[in-house]
Nanobody, 115 residues
Framework: QVQLVESGGGLVQPGGSLRLSCASSGRIISVIAMGWYLQAPGKQRELVAAITGGGTTTYADSVKGRFSLSRDNARNTVHLQMNSLKPEDTAVYYC?????????WGQGTQVTVSS
């Protein structure tokens, strides 16, 4: 059983930045992919950004050029740097890790972009 622990959410003004981190209890070099999803009230969960085991990153069109996903294999952690935040980025952000044997989710962290 793998546990994902998220940190870094909070309240920020439009145009500001936040950095989300997700620490896995498993070795992330073993993942098929790992990344972040968001879920806004009344909407389905959707992909924000993900990185494969081979290091290929994918971003939602809405965050390209503003968000950056990175991986620290030594600490089994991925980081999502979010810049130029907009009110429409407000949501609960969930870390996800897909291992060969199972897929895991974090508990979610709230990101609120508001003046």
């Amino acid at each position: 059983q793998v546990q994902l622990v998220e940190s870094g959410g909070g309240l920020v003004q439009p145009g500001g930045s936040l950095r989300l981190s997700c620490a896995s209890s498993g070795r992330i070099i073993s993942v098929i992919a790992m990344g972040w999803y968001l879920q806004a009230p009344g909407k389905q969960r959707e992909l924000v950004a993900a990185i494969t085991g081979g290091g290929t990153t994918t971003y939602a069109d809405s965050v390209k050029g503003r968000f950056s996903l990175s991986r620290d294999n030594a600490r089994n952690t991925v980081h999502l740097q979010m810049n130029s935040l907009k009110p429409e980025d407000t949501a609960v952000y969930y870390c996800n890790a897909e291992y060969p044997h199972a897929r895991y989710w974090g508990q979610g962290t709230q990101v609120t972009v508001s003046s």
